[in-house]
Every structure is written in C-alpha cells, then in structure tokens.
C-alpha cells in the first residue's frame, strides 16, 4: 500500500509496521489471497510442491544434495518446536544458546516436552559463546542438539551461527537454528554453518503473511527421527511423508497464506533475492539509525553485533517520557513501533523488515521528532 500507484488511495491506507512480524506486506501480496483454492486440489497441491522447492532455492541446498522443505501450520513458533518435539531422540539433550526472549522461549518447549537441556547463556547485549558450548559438549557427551537463535529479534543482535555450528560439527551434534527473522535477508550457508534444521517462517523476511512456518532439514537427520515425535499435529517427519504421498497438508492448510506467500517469493526473486532484500533492509537501518541519532536516541547494541533487522533504542531519560504515549502519538501519524522485551534496560524496538522502504525510514523517524517534540522532550 505505500508503493506509489498503488490501487489504494492514501487515506485508506493501513498504519506502517515497523515491527518484528507480522509485517507491512505489497499490495500484490495482500491481492493473491482474493483467491479460494481447494486443498485437496493438485492445482493448489502443486504450488505447495513448487514454494517448497523455491524455499530450498532461496537457502542455496538442493534436494538431491539431501535437504528436505517442510511447511507446517502456525506461526513460527509452532515451527521450532515441531523440531524439538519430532526429532530429539527419547534419550536426548539439548544445549540451548541463549541471549534473550526467543532463546528462552526455547528453553520454555523444552520444559514442556520434558526434554532435558542445558542453557548456555550470555547477557542481551552479548553474541552466543562459543567456547562455552565447547566446554559443555566436552564434559557432557549426552548431549545431542545444540540449539540457537540466529537474529535474536529481542534486541536486533546477530549471533555467530558458523560460530556455534564449527563446535557443534566437531562434537557431531545435531545443530539446530531459529533463523525466523533472518532467512530471506541476510545471507546463509547452509553447508558452511554446518546446519542440520533451520526454521522460519511465511512473514517476516520473505514479507508474506503469518499462517505458516517452514523447516528446512537434511533429510537423513527427518528420516531418523521415526517413532520420537512426541506430539501429532506437528510431527514433522509424518507431514514430509504425507507431502511425498499426495502432496497434501495432513490438516486444513492455510490456503490463502499459501498463494500471498507464492506471490511473495515473486517479488523477492524480483528484488534480486536474498542479496537485493539485504540491501533494502541495511539501506533502511542505516537512514534510521542515522535519523534517530540526530534526534539524540542512542541505541542499545554496540555496532559490531547490531542486525540491519530491528533496531532497540533507549528510553529517553526525561522522566516525562511514557512508552504508552510516545507509541500513541506515533501511532495516530500512521506508524507502528514496538515495545521492548529485554529485561536489562528499557528500550523500544523499531524493525525495517518487511515491504518498508527508505523514505519510510525517513518518514517514521519525522513522526518520532514531532512526537517527543509534542511531549516536550528531549532525548
Ligand atoms: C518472530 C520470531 C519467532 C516466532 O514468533 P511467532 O510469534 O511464533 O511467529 C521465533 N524466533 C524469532 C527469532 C523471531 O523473530
């Protein structure tokens, strides 16, 4: 809606996200679900076939070099922890890397599984250690996963995922990656980083819209998790064979997801893939940070470890600042922020994520001036 030319006039225009997901998606996206399919359809069936072999394009692996795409209901979330529930064997363990809301919520499936872990932490503002991780493995040789946040979207932080999968490899361990809300946007090598499954999901970089997550696996390591799944609905090796015998989702699939999501991939190819989506986003990070800087915010993560994903910024220490009204005021301009989740310091997030623009940027951080400036403040 915010792309000049756009069908839409601009006072029926929707509030610009500025959010880690869901997200501001094109016009064209938002139009492909004007569509009914019908799920038992091979119309329908082979569009599934066809977004997941592009998945696997877009992550640069093939299938015949044995890495599998499996889509599932739910937002990604549900993608995560369909790994941990189908493929961490009875007697497995899992070390989880964590730096903020995500990593925990990590933690928070493997508790509910009762699947034992351990939890190797660093402060919000810190990447994963991965000395730490070699030290655990070293002394504990049950453990089978390790388990890590690539984009930690709590803070925007980048953690070093070939890091952590160098580590991994070497003890031989099944490397697990929420790569959410980094697939599509900031480049990966699978093979280099030594993954084993990654997870994502329909709307945050690919900028479809929420109703399904995916998980992109070697195949091998799916095939060997028969008999494990601890859960039906999102046992993810059953939904591989059931896509292998009719191409179908086992339960009602999010159909009109599906088709946006197709036409989202359109686009992203058209932008020029991951490389093209990277530049638009770093484009956008820097005219925001260079823009609220200016205004006198200072961000929370120190450069070297910032993601051009979401931006956290400090509070204003003018103690008449309230997030509540702040975000109000800059809500009734027509843009959304969003809150901060990290426990060490109070912050508001800004993302660039989504089908968000450069003159967005400059546009959102223009709202925030006069905002603080009608809440007579100074940052
Ligand atoms: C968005 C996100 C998730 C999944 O969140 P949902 O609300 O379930 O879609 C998981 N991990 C990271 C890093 C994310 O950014």
Known sequence: MNTPGSAVPPAARDKLLFTPGPLTTSSGVKEAMLHDAGSWHWEFNTKVKHIRERLLALAGVRQDQGWECVLLQGSGTFGVESVFQTCVPPDGKVAVLSNGAYGERMVLMLQHARIPHVILRTQEDTPNDAQALDDA???????????????????????????????????????????????????????????????????????????????????????????????????????????????????????????????????????????????????????????????????????GVQSYIITSFLFPKDPRFTFAEFYKRVAEKGYI???????????????????????????????????????????
């Open 337 to 379: 922020l969003y809150p901060g989740k990290i426990s060490q310091a109070d912050t508001f997030r800004i993302g660039n994520i989504g089908r968000l623009f450069e003159s967005d940027l400059r546009s959102v951080v223009y709202a925030i001036g006069e905002a603080i400036e009608e809440m007579g403040i100074q940052p």
């Open 137 to 303: 493995l070293t002394q504990d040789p049950s453990i089978t996963h390790v388990a890590v946040v690539h984009c930690e979207t709590t803070t925007g932080i980048l953690n070093d995922i070939a890091a952590v999968g160098a580590v991994a490899r070497r003890h031989g361990k099944t490397y697990v990656v929420d790569a959410m809300s980094s697939f599509g946007a900031v480049p990966i090598d699978f093979e280099a980083v030594g993954l084993d499954f990654l997870i994502s999901s329909a709307n945050k970089c690919v900028e479809g819209v929420p109703g399904f997550s995916f998980v992109l696996c070697r195949r091998a390591r799916l095939l060997a998790s028969e008999g494990w799944a601890r859960n039906l609905s999102m046992n993810l090796l059953d939904q591989l064979k059931g896509f292998e015998k009719n191409g179908q989702f086992r339960y009602t699939p999010p159909t009109h997801a599906i088709l946006a999501f197709e036409r989202a991939l359109d686009e992203l190819d058209l932008e020029g893939g991951v490389a093209g989506r990277a530049a638009r986003y770093r484009r956008n990070h820097e005219v925001l940070l260079a823009g609220m800087r200016r205004l006198g915010f200072q961000s929370y993560l120190p450069a």
